[in-house]
C-alpha cells in the first residue's frame, strides 16, 4: 500500500480524535427569575462510565438555597444510582438504587427516605418483545413493607391495533410516592 501525506494525515487525525471522544464532558445551564436563580452541572465521564447533576437553586428574595446531586454509575449489568436533595429548611430526601439489565428489558430495586425520615422500598422493572408489545411496573413500600403505591401499564399490538391499560393502586393517606431525577448521560 501507498502512504500518501493525505492518508498519513487523515490517520494521525483519527489516532488523535479518538482519545478526545472518551474525555469527561461537562455542561452547565442557569436560569435567572424574578423569584430564584439555579444553576445545573452535568458532567459525564465515558471512561469511568460515571455522569454526575448538581444543582443549586437561590431564592432571589430570602437568599435560601436548594440543592441536589445525582450520580450514576454504570456497572456490568446496568448502573446503579444515588440521588440527594435538600430544601431550603434544611430537609433532606435521597434514593438509592440498582438498575439491572435483563434480555427483554430491565428491573429497578432500590430505596428511598423522604424529607419527614420516612424510609420506602422502590421495586420497578419493565420489557419489551420484539412484536412491540412492553410493560412497566413500578411500586412502592412502607418499612413493613405494605405496597402504598403502584402502578402496572401493559400495552399490546395485534392487527394495526394499540391497546394500553394502566393499573393504578394508592393507599389511603399516601399522596404521592417518593420522586428524583437520575442523571442522563
Given at each position: 500500500?501507498?502512504?500518501?501525506?493525505?492518508?498519513?494525515?487523515?490517520?494521525?487525525?483519527?489516532?488523535?480524535?479518538?482519545?478526545?471522544?472518551?474525555q469527561e464532558k461537562t455542561r452547565t445551564k442557569t436560569y435567572e427569575g424574578d423569584k430564584?436563580?439555579?444553576t445545573q452541572t452535568t458532567t459525564v465521564n465515558p471512561d469511568t462510565g460515571t455522569a454526575?447533576?448538581?444543582?443549586?437553586?437561590?431564592?432571589?428574595?430570602?437568599?435560601?438555597?436548594?440543592?441536589?446531586?445525582?450520580?450514576?454509575?454504570?456497572?456490568?449489568?446496568?448502573?446503579?444510582?444515588?440521588?440527594?436533595?435538600?430544601?431550603?429548611?434544611?430537609?433532606?430526601?435521597?434514593?438509592?438504587?440498582?438498575?439491572?439489565?435483563?434480555?427483554?428489558?430491565?428491573?429497578?430495586?432500590?430505596?428511598?427516605?423522604?424529607?419527614?425520615?420516612?424510609?420506602?422500598?422502590?421495586?420497578?422493572?419493565?420489557?419489551?418483545?420484539?412484536?412491540?408489545?412492553?410493560?412497566?411496573?413500578?411500586?412502592?413500600?412502607?418499612?413493613?413493607?405494605?405496597?402504598l403505591a403502584s402502578r402496572d401499564r401493559v400495552t399490546t399490538r395485534a392487527n394495526g391495533?394499540?391497546?394500553?391499560?394502566?393499573?393504578?393502586?394508592?393507599?389511603?393517606?399516601?399522596?404521592?410516592?417518593?420522586?428524583?431525577?437520575?442523571?442522563?448521560?
Amino acid at each position: 500500500m501507498i502512504k500518501t501525506p493525505l492518508m498519513i494525515a487523515s490517520l494521525a487525525a483519527l489516532a488523535l480524535a479518538a482519545p478526545l471522544a472518551a474525555q469527561e464532558k461537562t455542561r452547565t445551564k442557569t436560569y435567572e427569575g424574578d423569584k430564584y436563580t439555579a444553576t445545573q452541572t452535568t458532567t459525564v465521564n465515558p471512561d469511568t462510565g460515571t455522569a454526575t447533576r448538581t444543582g443549586v437553586a437561590v431564592n432571589n428574595d430570602n437568599g435560601k438555597t436548594a440543592t441536589s446531586i445525582a450520580v450514576r454509575q454504570r456497572t456490568d449489568t446496568g448502573a446503579t444510582v444515588s440521588v440527594t436533595q435538600t430544601g431550603t429548611q434544611g430537609r433532606t430526601r435521597d434514593l438509592q438504587g440498582e438498575r439491572v439489565r435483563t434480555e427483554t428489558g430491565s428491573t429497578f430495586t432500590g430505596t428511598a427516605t423522604g424529607r419527614g425520615g420516612q424510609s420506602y422500598g422502590l421495586a420497578g422493572s419493565r420489557s419489551r418483545d420484539g412484536q412491540g408489545n412492553s410493560q412497566a411496573s413500578q411500586s412502592v413500600t412502607n418499612a413493613a413493607g405494605e405496597t402504598l403505591a403502584s402502578r402496572d401499564r401493559v400495552t399490546t399490538r395485534a392487527n394495526g391495533q394499540v391497546s394500553t391499560t394502566v393499573n393504578k393502586t394508592r393507599a389511603e393517606g399516601f399522596s404521592r410516592p417518593p420522586r428524583a431525577r437520575r442523571p442522563r448521560g
